[in-house]
């Protein structure tokens, strides 16, 4: 059941009630005499959800077994999903039948004709074949693209994990698993995704409408844990989130992030699409959803390649979610990558299948914008980086959650800054991924090394060659409000152990380095451009940004074709952002 957790006092409220150790059975027991209706345990974070009444509410939260009670909160594919529509007449589009197979398609296609592994620098030979990718998401249709690599599939959204079929309503899920590891076998290779070949485990937590509550993501997350090993998962993708409503420390969703990292599992987390206002184009800061607020997640923003391989005309998504994060001001988003205008596979039956402004040149894909997208890629690079440090390996130990993040920034590659007068780092974190040198950097790397003792074997040069252009890599790392400059991947410092998740300081050996301090020093700049506050701006507590975050109110389009409308039998065009017909 939906509940409105805005309604008066006689309404009931979803709540995820966390407890102290030991304290589990009490609390229960005392729920269940107050009324209130008893969900899920979640182990992983000492909690359990619950429908409660405003009576019942308030009995829990003066019990001394409980620590925190949070909000069953709904959350959306994407935080705000922003879609983009096909604008060219010219192109020419394929047919499909019902069961996904491909029919005529055009003559001897490009490999890669949107450039999305030649801006990462990706070689045919680049593999990550070994890696195991929970996509806790809208579910996966079997497509051809990817039918052979989905080697597990749950549904959450029932109230407990089933194994099913795989399937996917709303067609979000299967786009985002195209982006990660679609071969591109129904467009003849025009349309691939990053790695071709990683595993896919399918946990559905999202309906046909593309939304679901933080109870069934947790459950996914916990399960995901307590099978790494059996599944195989390395990797956990989260293309969704809802509003900040709490500290970090609290929040249930960014604490099952938490343990998932400590459990050794690299979680890759949209930022958001909430950065920039949709009818003055004015950037708005502070708008990282939760649990991209998470410290260990690698937080994805987007950034705007225009198709094209070199970097030069690439820039920040208008939309992407800027940071730093509310009520913590840790920096975010980590990185930033390719986001903006993708073409991936999708379920021709589904929600966004069938919508015909959505629809690439090629049946049955989708062309998609968001961070959603952008999150999918760096799953993608961060399994290339995992294979490549597996297969040339041969001193032993695997890379940690933290190296794998710090190798992924080190390797990036900044953006062009148009504005100087806010840090970079609110928009793009260390840079955009840049693959090939990330993979190069998780070779030369040995694990086992003495700690504080160099630990990059080879010789590596911090720069990277890409459509015949040379990029010098970042060489910094975001960390909490902090920015860390030099050397910082040269030595095996007990920040990449295994039990260290990233957190607002870093810890080398007995001492605190710190760099420098951005939120602190910017604080005046960045303030004056809040998205969150009592009541989210350009939108109300419920419904962030733009509209009721799911399909009925969805904003269409890219920086220059933007649609506002509730279906694309409603569309209302504009120029741009600030100049749109709204």
């Given at each position: 059941m939906d509940l409105d957790l805005r309604a008066n006092?006689?309404?009931?409220r979803r709540i995820i009630v966390r407890y102290r150790e030991g304290a589990s059975e009490r609390v229960r027991h005392r729920l269940a005499a107050s009324g209130g209706r008893l969900g899920r345990e979640h182990d992983s974070i000492a909690a359990l959800s619950a429908v409660v009444s405003a009576e019942g509410l308030n009995q829990i939260a003066a019990d001394a077994d409980v620590l925190s009670i949070s909000s069953d909160a709904r959350v959306y594919a994407g935080a705000a999903q922003v879609t983009t529509t096909i604008t060219d007449e010219r192109s020419r589009t394929a047919t499909v039948d019902d069961s996904g197979r491909k029919g005529r398609l055009p003559i001897t296609p490009p490999y890669d004709v949107q450039a999305l592994r030649q801006t990462l620098g990706i070689r045919l030979t680049d593999s990550a074949s070994s890696v195991g990718i929970a996509l806790i998401d809208t579910g996966i249709?079997?497509?051809e693209d990817l039918r052979n690599r989905i080697t597990a599939f749950y549904d959450f959204t029932s109230g407990r994990a089933v194994a099913e079929?795989?399937?996917?309503p709303n067609g979000h899920g299967t786009h985002i698993a195209g982006l990660i590891a679609g071969n591109g076998s129904l467009s003849n290779g025009r349309?691939?995704?990053?790695?071709?070949?990683?595993?896919?485990?399918?946990?559905?937590v999202l309906d046909a409408k593309g939304a679901g509550y933080v109870s069934d993501v947790i459950a996914a997350i916990d399960f995901a844990i307590a099978r790494k090993q059996k599944l195989g998962i390395d990797i956990i993708n989260l293309s969704l989130g809802h509003a900040v409503l709490e500290p970090a420390a609290t929040d249930p969703l960014v604490q099952a992030v938490e343990r998932a990292s400590a459990a050794g599992i690299v979680v890759v987390v949209s930022a958001g699409n909430m950065g920039q206002h949709p009818k003055t184009g004015e950037p708005g800061y502070g708008g990282i959803a939760s649990p991209g607020n998470a410290p260990s997640a690698i937080t994805v923003g987007a950034v705007r390649t225009r198709a094209t391989a070199t970097r030069e005309d690439d820039e920040v998504a208008a939309f992407s979610s800027r940071g730093p994060t509310w009520y913590d001001g840790v920096i975010k988003p980590d990185v930033l990558a390719p986001g903006q205008a993708l073409v991936g596979v999708s379920n021709p039956r589904s929600r966004l299948g069938k919508k015909k402004a959505l629809q690439a040149d090629v049946a049955p894909y989708l062309k998609l914008s968001g961070t959603s997208m952008a999150t999918a890629v760096a799953s993608g690079v961060a399994a290339l980086v995992i294979e490549a440090h597996?297969?040339?390996?041969d001193r032993g130990g695997a890379l940690t959650v933290n190296t794998v993040k710090a190798i992924l920034q080190y390797t990036a590659i900044a953006v062009p800054d148009p504005d100087t007068s806010t840090p970079a780092a609110f928009e793009q974190g260390a840079g955009a991924l840049n693959a090939a040198g990330a993979i190069a950097l998780s070779r030369a790397i040995t694990p086992t090394a003495w700690p504080s003792a160099p630990w990059v074997q080879n010789a590596v040069v911090?720069?990277?060659?890409?459509?015949?252009r040379q990029y010098t890599w970042a060489q910094h790392i975001v960390w909490g409000d902090h920015i860390v400059w030099g050397d910082t991947l040269a030595y095996r410092q007990l920040a990449w152990s295994k039990h260290i998740v990233w957190g607002d300081h870093i810890v080398w050996g007995d001492h605190r380095i710190f760099g420098r301090s951005l939120t602190a020093e910017f604080f005046p700049i960045w303030s004056s451009h809040i998205v969150w506050g009592d009541h989210i701006v350009w939108g109300d507590a419920e419904h962030?940004?733009?509209?009721?975050?799911?399909?009925e109110h969805i904003v269409w389009g890219d920086n220059e074709h933007i649609?506002?409308?509730?279906?694309?039998?409603?569309?209302?065009?504009?120029?741009?952002?600030?100049?749109?017909?709204?």
């Open positions: 006092t006689s309404a009931e249709h079997p497509s079929a795989p399937s996917d349309y691939v995704g990053v790695t071709r070949d990683a595993r896919l485990i399918g946990l559905r597996r297969r040339d390996d911090p720069f990277t060659v890409i459509a015949g962030i940004v733009w509209g009721d975050l799911d399909d649609v506002w409308g509730d279906d694309d039998e409603h569309i209302v065009w504009g120029d741009s952002i600030a100049e749109g017909s709204l």
